[in-house]
Structure formats: C-alpha cells, structure tokens
C-alpha cells in the first residue's frame, strides 16, 4: 500500500522550514536577493539527502505555496473538475476519517479543482496545524483569513499563529487590524486588543490605551446587531473581559464573563478567567468560579 507519510527527521524539517522562508521572500518581492539564492543553494544540497515519500510531500507543499502566491489560481497541471475520478474522492474522504493528514493534503491537491479556494486555504492551514507544524500552516491560515474577511475564528487563528511562530509579526497584524476594526470581525478586533495590551502596554502612552479602549467599545457595540448569528459570542466574552481586565476595568471585565455564564455556566474557560480576575477582589467568589471550572 502506498504511503505519503513521510519519516519527518532534521532534513525534512528543515527543508519545510526553507520552503517558508523561500515563500515569504518571493511574496515580498525578494527573488533577486542573495539571501534567496542562500535557500536555494540549501535547499539543493538537503534535497539528495531525503527520501522519495520526503520529496513527494515537500514538493507538494512548495506547490501548495505557489497556489498562495498565484492568489489561488488553479496549478497548470492539476486535475480539472471533470477529471477527478469518485476513485480520487473516495481516497480523499477515507483520508480525512483516518486524519491521515499528508495522504489528506496529497489527495486534495487531486481533488482541489472540486472545491472553492476558501475552504482548501482552511483545511490545509487545519492539516499541517494537526501534524504539528504551525509555522507550516501560518501561511495557509493568513490566506484563508484573507478570503474569509468575516470569519472571526480563522482570523483568530491567523493573528494567534502568527504571533507564536514571531511575535513581531503577530503584533504588525494586530496594529493593522486595529487600525481599522471595522473592516474586520469582532473577534479578530478584541483579540487584537487583547494581544497589544498583553504584549506592549508597558511601552503604550496614555492615549494609545484610551484609543485602543474606545475601539474595544465600539466594537463590542456591533454585537448588538451580531449576538444571535455570532459564532464567536462566547469567545469574545472571554477576551473582552480579558481585555478590561488588563485596562483595570474591573467591574466591566467581570460584566462581560457574567454574561458569557449567563449562556453557558459550565463554561470552563469563562470560570476560569473570571475565577482569576476575583482572587483579588472577591476571594469567596474567585473559589467558586475554579471550583466549578475543575468539576
């Protein structure tokens, strides 16, 4: 039976680790740059080193990477619609119930002409998250972000995975989003906050944290309209309250983590935020809330 998984030693690692780096130079621009033709050389001397399944599955990554890099327009020599087999899509399917995530990634480079470029940005941010290599994954979940604009969890996703492979990067994202909140998700906005105020507020002037809080503001204002459609309600009561918390709004951070419990109270991770923000101020209570959280 034939594989697709490939042994991920150093070599394969590294390999994948050039191929973002080769990636993120071209969308830059960069292509005559002598540190592109460092990559490569790289790249040319580890590829005698890998295996037939190793070269089979990082080729098809470099292949996925120029389907980003060409805005999602079909790869000239893939399957058209009329030529992907029920053979293919049979495979495709029995993969993804196995979460056989390179066979998945294999079989939907076949089967992609089948499916619109927002969902194949999203699964294969999904597949090579699952395999355990979110830096691999940042550029498909920052792709699928950009098709999706009103999806709040893929944006999430784009911003936290970004912020963990480099923080700087995360950050420029979350400047940008908050620079124009209204062009995006709510949940993208408020963890955009939450972010800038975890990470930077040491250095933020007084202003810039009174800019942020009134975009905060009114940006939970448009849940008025969203609550009943939002997907993201209660993960955005989360970080909103995570976000007044850290601007030392007490009673609005616990406001926003009420009213998360009053939709769901068994919810773990709302008991546990707001557990922390009463050790201070309300010890009897703060028990409470971990008790529950841990039942």
Not at 180 to 188: F, G, I, Q, R, Y
Not at 209 to 223: A, G, H, M, N, W
Not at 261 to 269: F, G, M, V, Y
Request: charge should be negative.
């Amino acid at each position: 039976m034939e594989t697709y998984t490939p042994i991920m030693n150093d070599d394969y690692l590294r390999y994948a680790d050039l191929l973002l780096q080769h990636h993120r130079l071209l969308c830059a621009g960069r292509q005559e740059s002598e540190e592109i033709e460092s990559i490569e050389d790289e790249m040319t001397a580890l590829w005698d080193r890998l295996d037939t399944v190793q070269r089979a599955s990082l080729s098809g990554l470099g292949s996925d990477q120029n389907w980003i890099r060409r805005n999602g327009s079909p790869p000239p020599k893939g399957k058209t619609h009329d030529e992907v087999t029920p053979q293919d899509v049979d495979s495709l399917n029995r993969s993804l119930n196995a979460k056989d995530w390179h066979a998945f990634l294999h079989y939907i480079r076949i089967c992609q002409s089948l499916f619109p470029n927002n969902f194949l940005a999203h699964i294969r941010s999904i597949a090579w998250t699952n395999l355990g290599l979110p830096q691999i994954s940042s550029p498909f979940w920052d792709f699928a972000a950009d098709l999706q604009p009103k999806a709040g969890l893929i944006a999430f996703q784009a911003i936290a995975i970004a912020e963990r492979m480099n923080i700087n990067d995360g950050l420029d994202r979350a400047r940008k989003i908050v620079q124009e909140p209204d062009n995006h998700p709510v949940l993208a906005v408020v963890f955009a906050i939450s972010m800038l105020l975890e990470k930077v507020k040491t250095i933020l002037s007084d202003n810039e944290i009174r800019d942020y809080s009134k975009v905060l503001k009114s940006t939970l204002e448009r849940l008025k309209k969203e609550t009943h459609e939002n997907l993201d309600f209660l993960m955005i009561q989360q970080i909103a309250g995570l976000c007044y918390q850290s601007l030392g709004e007490i009673d609005e951070a616990n406001k926003f983590y009420d009213i998360g419990l009053a939709i769901e109270p068994e919810n773990t991770q709302l008991l546990f935020a707001r557990g922390v923000l009463l050790s201070k101020y309300n010890p009897e209570e703060s028990v409470k809330s971990f008790s529950r959280a841990a039942e």
